[in-house]
């Protein structure tokens, strides 16, 4: 088993960024695929971005791409989100999600999920 929490939303302005950080603990993390996805209100949960156990793969939606950066520390056992330029269409509940294997974009391949933290971008 795997629980992970993230932690790290809030309310920010349009243009602002923000950090979010999901901290793993249980099974061994560092050889866990890691993935970011969000849901917007009244929306399905969409992929935002995934790590590879390494972090030597990362691949982002491409609503993301060039603003929004994974990266994972193995030694804390926890997985970042760092989020810059955002736009009101960032409002979703973002959740952090693991597999054992490899890095994938289906959120139906992943194993454990956390609860979600709210990031809200007023403008």
């Known amino acids: 088993q795997v629980q992970l929490v993230e932690s790290g939303g809030g309310l920010v302005q349009a243009g602002g960024s923000l950090r979010l950080s999901c901290a793993a603990s249980g099974r061994t993390f560092s050889g866990m695929s890691m993935g970011w996805f969000r849901q917007a209100p009244g929306k399905e949960r969409e992929f935002v971005a995934a790590i590879s156990w390494n972090g030597g793969r990362t691949y982002y939606a491409d609503s993301v791409k060039g603003r929004f950066t994974i990266s994972r520390d193995n030694a804390k056992n926890t997985v970042y989100l760092q989020m810059y330029s955002l736009i009101p269409e960032d409002t979703a509940v973002y959740y952090c999600?693991?597999?054992?294997?490899?890095?994938?974009?289906?959120?139906?391949?992943?194993?454990?999920w956390g609860q979600g933290t709210q990031v809200t971008v007023s403008s």
């Open positions: 999600a693991a597999r054992a294997g490899a890095t994938s974009q289906q959120q139906t391949q992943y194993d454990y």
